[in-house]
Nanobody
Framework: QVQLVESGGGLVQAGGSLRLSCAASGTIFKINAMGWYRQAPGKQRELVATITSGGSRTYADSVKGRFTISNAKNTMVLQMNSLKPEDTAVYYC???????WGRGDNDYWGQGTQVTVSS
């Protein structure tokens, strides 16, 4: 069983910063990549940033230069600076990982954490 637990969401004024963390626990053999996705009311879930086990990072164009993703062992962090009202959404942690030798890779999701940026 795998669990991804997010923390660090909240309310912040435009221009402020927040730091989101995601801790993966349970039966984990190998983490291939982890990422953050977000979903605003009435919109589809979208990719924010991802990081592979080798350290390769990708960012949505809308957050480049403002957000930084990092990882250490089974924990992932998203540092969000210069936040804008349009960053308001529920942020979800995603992990693509393997739970045992010879098993396939699967996606796991956290429960989500609310980020609200006021203007």
């Amino acid at each position: 069983q795998v669990q991804l637990v997010e923390s660090g969401g909240g309310l912040v004024q435009a221009g402020g910063s927040l730091r989101l963390s995601c801790a993966a626990s349970g039966t984990i053999f190998k983490i291939n990549a982890m990422g953050w996705y977000r979903q605003a009311p009435g919109k589809q879930r979208e990719l924010v940033a991802t990081i592979t086990s080798g350290g390769s990072r990708t960012y949505a164009d809308s957050v480049k230069g403002r957000f930084t993703i990092s990882n250490a062992k089974n924990t992932m962090v998203l540092q969000m600076n210069s936040l804008k009202p349009e960053d308001t959404a529920v942020y979800y942690c995603n992990g693509n990982l393997r739970t045992g030798w010879g098993r396939g890779d699967n996606d796991y999701w956290g429960q989500g954490t609310q980020v609200t940026v006021s203007s």
